[in-house]
């Protein structure tokens, strides 16, 4: 089966340090994201259980993430094929500029019987795209599965609903996005590396796919996006240990921390 896996470039959040309340990316490495480490994975598992198909990842540049190096990272996990889609105009877009990229490049390069995506990018977090995708797409969609399975025509997933379990089927071709339970990502081998460097890789513009700046404009302006305010009041405990304890637990109730 024909399977497309969107992937996106995100800031190591590890090594991200805070300032003034605003965010520090310089000098922070950027890699590909985690639960889209997950899909892809979830897609090499199905290909092998159809026993054909391929793979593709797609994915929309945006400013200088170093996308070209999660494509081959992507593509040294398993994937068989990338597409990227580049253009100055889509580095300040929002999330249905990247959507509207995203399902022209895969009716580009597609069909497919199967969209996977991520339950949500590490950095943003909207969870927006992947419905968007879907719609434009005019495909069913099942969000956050943590198994997947094909039979014949028909996907069936399942999901946690707090204390139960949901199964949903629905006729391919579908959309789906996936949590991180869903599996554990592979490591590519070093063999897999070197070949990753031979499989095609396209590039597309936004002329590629019949769309202008204004298309993708942003429809969203940010009001703010400052880290949450923390203050320190710096509390010295004098005395030995068991008084430094006593101390602590006494200040914490007073704070409505702990309760007695």
């Not at 040294?76 to 399902?103: C, K, R, S, Y």
């Not at 429809?219 to 008084?243: C, I, M, T, W, Y």
Request: hydrophobic letters at 50%; glycine letters at 8%.
């Amino acid at each position: 089966m024909d399977i497309a896996v969107c992937v996106k470039t995100n800031p190591d959040l590890q090594l991200m340090r805070i300032k003034d309340r605003v965010p520090v990316l310089e000098a922070v490495p950027f890699k590909m994201g985690d639960l889209e480490k997950n899909a892809l994975e979830a897609a090499l598992g199905l290909r092998d259980a159809a026993g054909q198909g391929r793979i593709v990842v797609v994915a929309v540049s945006q400013g200088d993430r170093k996308i070209r190096e999660t494509m081959k990272e992507a593509l040294a996990i398993g994937a068989d094929e990338a597409v990227l889609v580049g253009d100055p105009a889509l580095d300040d877009t929002d999330q249905a500029g990247v959507a509207l990229a995203l399902a022209r490049a895969l009716e580009k390069a597609g069909p497919f019987e199967l969209v996977l995506f991520g339950e949500g990018s590490t950095d943003g977090y909207s969870g927006q795209v992947p419905s968007r995708v879907a719609e434009l797409l005019g495909l069913p969609e099942i969000g956050y599965a943590r198994s997947l399975a094909v039979a014949g025509a028909v996907l069936r997933a399942e999901r946690s609903m707090g204390e139960n379990v949901e199964t949903l089927e629905t006729a391919l071709p579908a959309a789906a996005t996936l949590v991180s339970e869903i599996n554990e990502p592979r490591i590519p081998t070093l063999m897999n590396i070197m070949k990753a460097g031979k499989k095609p890789v396209v590039e597309l513009t936004l002329a590629d796919l019949a769309l202008d700046a204004a298309a993708v404009a942003p429809r969203r302006a940010v009001r703010s996006n400052l880290a949450e305010e923390q203050s320190r009041k710096h509390v010295l405990f004098d005395g030995d240990p068991a008084a430094q304890a006593d101390a602590l637990v006494n200040a914490l109730v007073a704070e409505g921390v702990l309760g007695r």
